[in-house]
């Protein structure tokens, strides 16, 4: 057998195309767009390598159009979580064993595939399936994923490179192991370089996964099971199964060789997840790896320095991106009152030009929220403020869920900071804003601090460096990632690897490797050359 000591490719970030009228990337994407429209698409699990048919069809809809039919999804029960997790389990030892160039290019190659003859669809599949325009499904679907991908390969070989000093007549070495056990990745809904994140990360690193994302993002993942197949992945590596939350839980959950979960969602299922694992401590084999990223209340705190403009902007692309449904999306505002009116202005300026609709008119600013769920939630809070003396509405307010689950970017104006829509998250177009005056700015640093249990996100617009300095220092544990001057949201793998604490998760930062070392399990060795024969030291010889 031949060895080597490799240096994988440089990641780079996957360039982002404009999808301008013309351009070979928007006929591309709308030839798929037909494609998938065109035929009801059949999705199955993938367990063990099989394609898993049930007799439970759930049909598969575009938020923006509830009445057409994508397809239709199998769904699973208990007994399927338990073929995957012994899938998983039985293909441990050849994925572990595998050496690791091998399981890195597969990764890469899923990467390319992604750049090359799947961006269409994987675009096209995240436009209709989670109703995102083309340029926000092109940075997530396209240019996240495969940066996930390229980035973590370079991050686990610069882990593996790690290692330990070697005292003379000594060999220390350091192995990283996967865990003991397989990885549950349970994926949300609103970003699919996510849902291709979460379970390629630990299985990267040697790991057998069982992946449940949520069944409003089946069709993306379904391709991002289509890339991964084809870039060779073993059989069992990755099992994708479709089940209620609850019945994988049940199984997963009481399995001994559970050893993690790779979770992004709401902060009570997380901690719901955590509050189980720990009454089951018990039963593993060893203490699972809990990493999770469960929201926010993400705040832009402006400074009477800031420039109007530039703060307009930030709010309308950080609050009204993807229809708010970011984990990162600005939702709370504090302006101070010398410069609310031109902010004001220019923001229902902007908001004016805006178009909402079908992704498939690129023309469309703002499509549909996920489904009638989130509908009805978002359309509560807007109703509830409509009624409120303390609430004004600025912009928006209007919604129709007829024919898709269509809210207006929403702006509200509150004159209390802890009204309920400054404290509790949304996840939809609405904007809350309250206006101080510039001398109160000091209690507003705490305001902002104190206001939210989440701390995900957070940015300052201001001119005046002593505040910005000021800022980052009083707010240092109010958000994981921190804005200067610019809208909270748009992380960059490689560049700004995400992740909050308090109520945001466990911070282990997606796009670095800090997350890849959660799914390792170190081992050192120390060889001693020439072994001593005696106990006795020196130290024991007599004057």
């Known amino acids: 057998m031949s060895f080597g000591l490799f240096n994988v490719p440089t990641p780079v970030n996957e360039p982002v195309k404009e999808y301008r009228p013309g351009s070979p990337e928007r006929e591309a994407v709308k030839k798929a767009l037909q494609d998938f429209r065109s035929v009801e698409t059949d999705i199955p699990m993938y367990i063990g390598g099989q394609e898993v048919r049930t007799d439970r069809k759930i049909r598969v809809a575009p938020p923006h159009d509830h009445q057409h039919t994508l397809g239709y999804f199998h769904e699973g029960d208990a007994q399927h979580v338990e073929q995957a997790i012994e899938a998983a389990l039985a293909a441990k030892d050849n994925w572990a ?9 597969i990764f890469l190659k899923a990467a390319d595939l992604l750049a090359g003859p799947y961006r269409a669809r994987i675009n096209a599949a995240t436009m209709l399936g989670q109703s995102k325009n083309a340029f926000q499904a092109e940075i997530d679907s396209a240019c996240e994923l495969i940066d996930f991908l390229r980035f973590n390969v370079h991050y686990a070989t610069d882990i593996y490179r790690q290692q330990p000093n070697s005292s003379p007549g000594v060999w220390n070495r350091l192995e990283y192991r996967p865990l003991e056990g397989f990885v549950f990745a349970l994926t949300p809904f609103n970003f699919t370089a996510i849902a291709g994140n979460l379970p390629t990360s630990a299985a990267m690193m040697g790991n057998t996964v069982v992946w449940k994302p949520a069944y409003t993002q089946v069709l993306s ?38 050893a993690g979960i790779h979770f992004t969602g709401s902060t009570g299922v ?60 600005a939702s709370r505002a504090y302006v101070p009152s010398s410069l609310w009116p031109a902010i004001e202005t220019k923001v229902k300026e902007f908001l004016s030009e805006i178009k909402m609709g079908a992704t498939e008119d690129f023309t469309n600013f703002i499509n549909a929220v996920i489904d009638e769920r989130s509908f009805k939630k978002i359309k509560a809070y807007i109703d509830a403020a409509k009624q409120s003396d303390q609430v004004k509405i600025v912009a928006g307010g209007n919604y129709d869920g007829s024919k898709g689950y269509f809210i207006e970017p929403t702006v509200l104006q509150v004159n209390d900071p802890n009204y309920r829509t400054m404290c509790e998250e949304i996840f939809g177009p609405v904007l809350s804003v309250y206006v101080y005056e510039p001398s109160e700015f000091e209690s507003i640093l705490q305001i902002v601090n104190s206001t939210s249990p989440y701390a995900l996100t957070g940015s300052i617009f201001a001119k005046d460096r002593y505040v910005i300095e000021h800022t980052s220092k009083v707010l240092q544990n109010a958000a994981g990632n921190f804005y200067i001057n610019d809208k909270p949201t748009g992380a960059v793998v490689g560049q700004q690897p995400f992740g909050g604490a308090r109520a945001s998760g466990t911070n282990d930062k997606a796009g670095s490797a800090l997350n ?24 024991l010889q007599a004057d």
Not at 97 to 105: C, D, F, I, M, T
Not at 526 to 539: D, I, L, N
């Open 516 to 539: 890849l070392y959660r799914w390792v399990s170190a081992r050192t060795i120390k060889e001693t050359y020439v072994t001593p024969r005696h106990f006795a030291y020196p130290f």
């Open 221 to 258: 993942a379904k391709v991002i099971m289509e890339v991964l197949l084809e870039a060779g992945l073993p059989d069992g590596v990755i099992n994708l199964i479709y089940v209620d939350g609850p019945v994988a839980g049940d199984k997963i959950f009481n399995h001994p060789d559970f």
């Open 97 to 105: 064993n595998l050496s690791w160039e091998h399981r890195a290019s």
């Open 270 to 329: 997380f901690q719901a997840i955590w509050g189980t694992i720990g009454a089951n401590i018990h039963k593993y084999n060893s203490y699972p790896r809990i990493v999770g990223e469960t929201g926010g209340k993400d705040f832009v705190l402006v400074h009477e320095s800031a420039d109007a403009d530039e703060v307009a902007t930030g709010l309308v692309r950080g609050a009204f991106e993807y229809q708010g449904q970011k984990c990162s999306a």
